[in-house]
């Protein structure tokens, strides 16, 4: 199990103040809902990839006395099962679907001496289009529930869907950000460029699962 958990970092900080980062113990359990059930479980290890190096960091785990599962601390900078951070996914996937950036282009802008590679690009815009409509969705449903005149909302309900479902993720996912301000201290200082981390937060919390999940990947495999 995985809580999206905001350390109000990016992944060098993290590293550099590991030392004095406050850990949440979770209160209840997502899987059996028992309260009071979590003991440290230590600490693993994830290699997350930037575009120019690979860093090294621990990942706090806590385990439930109830239904002896584990539940990771996972910082909001990372996706899971992924080997990159989640602004260089974001980069790519704003190319492709904000900028509609050729394949070329989305290598040219992104990619530092090779990497990611194409064929991980490409993996990735796939995922993304592939279970953008699921996450808009939920969007406009959330949007349309709490923020009743937000622009993003599709007037014609969520069950239609839009005809660009990536590129209007994307848009959704700044009025959802907006939104969120208002109401959540951890977000306020959340720009444009934190919108995909806002956004994996936050659909964690709904239950929506993996932000860009791998076509055919079952939630045991590694993937790029």
């Known amino acids: 199990m995985v809580s999206v958990t905001e350390f109000h970092c990016l992944v060098q900080e993290y590293v550099a103040r590991f030392t004095e980062l ?17 003991i440290g479980h230590g600490f693993y290890l ?4 930037s575009s120019t190096q690979v860093h090294r960091l621990w990942i706090k785990r806590w385990y439930c006395k109830a239904c002896h599962h584990t539940l990771s601390l996972l910082p909001s900078f990372l996706l899971r099962f992924r080997h990159y951070l ?12 904000e900028d509609n ?5 989305v290598s040219l802008r992104c990619a530092v001496e090779g990497l990611p590679s194409p ?19 939920a969007v406009q449903q959330t949007l349309a529930h709490h923020d009743a005149s937000s622009p993003a909302l599709n007037p014609l309900g969520e069950n239609t869907g839009p005809h660009d479902a990536p590129r209007a993720v994307l848009q959704a996912a700044l009025h959802l950000l907006a939104w969120a301000k208002t109401r959540w201290a951890e977000v306020r200082d959340y720009g444009r460029n934190d919108r995909l981390r806002f956004l994996w937060h936050w659909g964690a919390s709904q239950g929506l699962g993996r932000l860009t999940p ?3 990947q079952t939630q045991c495999g590694a993937s790029v």
Do not use: G, N, Y
């Open 214 to 216: 791998a076509l055919h």
């Open 119 to 137: 064929r991980t690009i490409r993996r990735w815009c796939v995922s993304f289009a592939a279970h953008a409509p699921a996450w808009w969705a």
């Open 22 to 38: 406050i850990f949440p113990r979770p209160t209840v359990c997502p899987d059996c809902h028992a309260v009071d059930v979590f």
């Open 86 to 97: 989640l602004e260089v996914i974001q980069s790519v996937v704003v190319a492709r679907f």
């Open 46 to 49: 994830r290699k997350p990839v």
């Open 101 to 105: 950036a050729s394949w070329t282009q």
